[in-house]
């Protein structure tokens, strides 16, 4: 009975994962196999029948994740070297029908979160709805995958100003809560011309409600003017909420403080080179933040062995002088399969005013599946 009841809930549970089989597939391997019996087959088809419950799922879900292991050795003073598990993550995509789909996507590294979750409506090319908690339409950078970087890290630009690591906003993973539209306004010959993306978002970040009435205002504007150019630029409209606060005597009350970004990127792919760059311009209430990075990749060995160097700049404060670092980084990918790869940086941190040995070597194996 125990062997019947555990075979009746592995069918329901790769019927529901399954892209193809029915249920009735799935038994008759199980009877060839001699997992079971042909008398306990048909006991499960007639149980199938009769319960409340569904065995067969109606829609194909797209079932996806990667592990990212890191080891990490800089020779500043105080830092210890070490390994972590930088990232590891599950999502799930389906379809619902033609134009309805959606997407979820869990960080289970550290403390588990919801990273994606959304529906999606494709009208046509030029109409794509997104509703719920998804990537900012902001940064070229931001908006690559975090299993497709060819350097182990994103630039210190795209981190401080584009709701990640050392956003005034907290790491929010480059993601909102909100409505989203975009597509392709212009195509020849089946080449897109001009893409858009618009969004409006509480701005508070993930898994987290909104603070206050204001929204947050969102658009990137794509232009491919020939195969393998991309011209973008992106703008970002809001306001911080940050809670009053009494010291001593004093209190200072709860106020909405701007947020305001604007950005310009570029890509060009040919053959086996790779040249992007991003100039990002940030405003946190009295504080102007700015900075860039020029990255250039290139395959030595097609689709197995890539180098890459970046000059990556960032200013935290424009009023303060000698406070910029600039990282040059120097990187090697070996891809051993197409969905494992082993990637060494190096880099080199150089500070305007006092000098620090703090260079970074890091090493990360990553698996996808």
Partial sequence: MKKLL??????????FTAKSQTSDDILNVLTQKKLIKASEAGSIRSASKNSSTPVLAGKKIQLSGYTQVRYRSSVESGKADGFDIRRARLGLRGNLSKVWGYRLQFELAGTPKILDAYAEAKLNDCFKFTFGQAKIPFSLENLAGSARLDLIDRSQVVEALVSRGSDVLGNQSGR??????????????????????????????????????????????VVHPIAGLDLGASLYNGKRFVPGQTSGTVTTPSRNVDRNRYGFELAYDYKSLNVTGEYIHGNDGNTDREGYYVKAGYYFVPKKFQFVAKYDFYDPNLDITDNAP?????????????????????????EQGTSIDNNLTTLQLQINF
């Avoid at 409505?179 to 970040?205: A, C, M, P, W």
């Avoid at 040059?328 to 941190?349: D, P």
Wanted: aromatic share 12%.
């Fill in 6 to 15: 555990f075979t009746i809930t592995l069918l329901g549970v790769v019927a």
């Fill in 176 to 221: 909102d809560i909100g409505i989203q539209v975009g597509g392709t306004l212009v195509k020849h010959e089946n080449r897109s011309l001009l893409d858009y993306r618009l969004g409006i978002f509480n701005g508070g970040g993930i898994n987290t409600a909104d603070k206050n009435d204001n929204k947050d205002f969102a658009a990137r504007l």
């Fill in 326 to 350: 600039a990282w040059y980084v120097l990187g090697g990918n070996y891809y051993f399969i197409s969905n494992a790869k082993l990637q060494l940086n190096y880099t080199i941190k150089q």
